[in-house]
């Protein structure tokens, strides 16, 4: 049987409201910092190098340096060396990927 998610008492509703604002603005600057740094990137390394030679990174190598920064700070790893931290908690991130990979797969197919 499937219990049915509670109504939220006006105390709840307004506690979650206000939680999902500040994650949007957290998410909309993240995104900015990564369209911030991609547009430096293009524009500082054409400066300096031909950009035949030796391109800027894609936009996606900013969002995997920003990914690999929070996984680090999740685990309590040193971010510039990647040392120490918790692996339980580690290990739990990749297993929770490993879960929505597997869900995005069974509804893609």
């Not at 800027?56 to 040392?83: I, M, N």
């Not at 297993?95 to 929505?100: D, S, T």
Request: aromatic share 6%; net charge negative; glycine share 6%.
């Amino acid at each position: 049987m499937v219990e049915a998610c509670p109504i939220p008492t006006p105390e709840e509703a307004k506690y979650a409201a206000i939680l999902s604002r500040i994650e949007a603005t957290l998410l909309g600057e993240i995104a900015r910092a990564i369209d911030s740094a991609f547009a430096a990137a293009v524009s500082e390394l054409a400066a300096a190098v031909p950009a035949d030679k030796m391109p800027a990174p894609p936009r996606g190598y900013f969002v995997s340096v920003a990914h690999q920064a929070l996984f680090c700070e999740l685990c309590g790893a040193d971010r510039a060396t990647l040392q120490g931290g918790d692996a339980s908690v580690a290990v739990a991130i990749v297993k929770n990927y490993q879960g929505l990979t597997d869900s995005w797969a069974q509804n893609a197919g």
